[in-house]
């Protein structure tokens, strides 16, 4: 589980490993990266309480944190993923 301090430690730690990834091999996607996750720790944030915080299966936390939320009367939760911290596989 996380308090807002250990969340914003992860998150900062979570950035800069995707930052240095983009750098190397998406040089493009670095300055939206970085102003879309400047916005997106805002609404973390200001929202935190209202939050579920998953793992991966593995456990992993160094790797990414799937975050939901109930938007309004929703019956199930709405999940929050950072796309460009995923790895993409066909099937």
Excluded: C, Q
């Excluded at 915080?53 to 975050?67: A, C, G, L, Q, R």
Aim: charged share 30%.
């Amino acid at each position: 589980s996380f308090d807002k301090a250990s969340f914003g430690a992860y998150f900062k730690g979570y950035m800069k490993k995707v930052l240095e990834y983009l750098g190397k091999n998406k040089p493009d996607r670095v300055e939206p990266f970085k102003n879309g996750g400047r916005d997106l720790f805002k609404w973390i944030n200001s929202n935190f309480d209202d939050l579920s915080f998953y793992t991966p299966k593995s456990y992993d936390v160094e790797n990414h944190i799937m975050i939901a939320y109930y938007d309004g009367e929703d019956i199930a939760p709405t999940f929050m993923f950072i796309m460009d911290g995923l790895k993409f596989i066909k099937v």
